[in-house]
């Protein structure tokens, strides 16, 4: 038929807090987001990855943690690699 259907929805990275977009503190969000888009480029070649869903936080977001992929096929936690590079703190609602 040719349709294709796509659905968006508003996400929060599990199991992390890291700085929301146009807020100052002690983690800089341009550092976080530009430290993010790294690691997805890095471990999320083509588009493979997985999104594991953790339900959804008390604004209706999706909680999702991403894992990709080293150049070895090894599970890369995204969410766990931005608290190891500095750019978030755990926090469990």
């Known amino acids: 038929f040719g349709w294709e259907l796509t659905a968006t929805t508003s996400a929060r990275l599990y199991g992390i ?9 002690p983690i800089p969000t341009k550092a976080a987001t ?21 339900g959804r ?3 209706g ?5 991403i894992l990709g992929q080293d ?4 599970s890369i936690d995204l969410n766990q690699q931005q608290i190891k590079d500095g ?7």
């Open 17 to 25: 807090n890291s700085p929301d977009t146009g807020t100052e503190g």
């Open 34 to 54: 530009e430290n993010m888009q790294r690691l997805t480029k890095k471990f999320c070649k083509g588009g493979n990855f997985t999104a594991e869903l953790h």
């Open 57 to 59: 936080d008390k604004y």
């Open 61 to 65: 977001r999706v909680l999702i943690d």
């Open 71 to 74: 150049e070895n096929g090894v």
């Open 87 to 93: 750019h978030a703190k755990v926090y469990l609602p």
